[in-house]
């Protein structure tokens, strides 16, 4: 079955520990990016990544830091999480125009 | 910057009444357009893709159609069912990253 998996579904933290949500795609997709949503601004972008080793900033990248060293995963790093960083974060891969996205991480930071 | 905009930002109907969810967006350049359903804290669900070359598509009781040279996009589901109720988002994609809009959050009442 076609999918993105993100890990792990909730978290809650304190300011400064930094964390990894996982992401990974069983797809084959090149294009995988990161995605916030917050109440009243919708989803916006973090990073994206068009393929191995290539990375760039989304809409919102201030904080977060990705890699991609292999083609199905995709972590998305704080290394010093604040509460403004209390979101919750959607993977998607692409294939072509159509996105897939994982069932999400609802992250705290206290 | 491309701006994509939903309205209504809600809707209530009662169960059975067809109804039509609006996507406009600035930029009129080509892209394809992407319907979401997305359940409250859970992930994304892709309900239909419109490529640029293409009018309209159709899955079930969902039809969505799109017109670039007006920049606007209709969601038109038939015989609603309080199992639609949820938030439903269009996106813009291409070759540059997803952009959302705000999402239409429906609510179909028995």
């Known amino acids: 079955e076609a999918q993105v998996t993100q890990n792990p579904r909730y978290l809650i933290t304190v300011t400064g520990k930094k964390l990894t949500v996982t992401c990974s795609q069983n797809?084959?997709?090149?294009?995988m990016s990161w995605y916030r949503q917050d109440p009243g601004l919708g989803l916006r972008q973090i990073y994206y990544s068009m393929n191995v080793e290539v990375t760039d900033k989304g809409d919102v990248p201030e904080g977060y830091k990705v890699s991609r060293k292999e083609k199905r995963n995709f972590p998305l790093i704080l290394e010093s999480p604040s509460p403004n960083q209390t979101s919750l974060y959607f993977c998607?891969?692409?294939?072509?125009?159509?996105?897939?996205f994982g069932q999400g991480t609802r992250l705290t930071v206290v | 910057k491309q701006e994509v905009t939903q309205i209504p930002a809600a809707l209530s109907v009662p169960e059975g009444e067809n109804l039509v969810l609006n996507c406009s967006f600035t930029?009129?350049?080509?892209?394809?357009l992407q319907w979401f359903r997305q359940d409250p804290g859970k992930g994304l669900t892709s309900l239909l893709l419109?490529?640029?070359?293409?009018r309209e598509q159709t899955s079930g009781r969902l039809n969505a159609s799109l017109d670039k040279s007006s920049g606007r996009s209709t969601l038109y589901i038939a015989a609603s069912q309080p199992g639609d109720s949820a938030t439903y988002l269009c996106a813009l994609s291409g070759n540059t990253p997803l952009v959302f809009g705000k999402g239409t959050r429906l609510s179909v009442i028995a």
């Open positions: 930029d009129s350049a080509i892209y394809n």
């Open positions: 797809m084959n997709h090149e294009y």
């Open positions: 998607a891969s692409t294939k072509g125009t159509e996105a897939f």
């Open positions: 419109i490529q640029s070359s293409q």
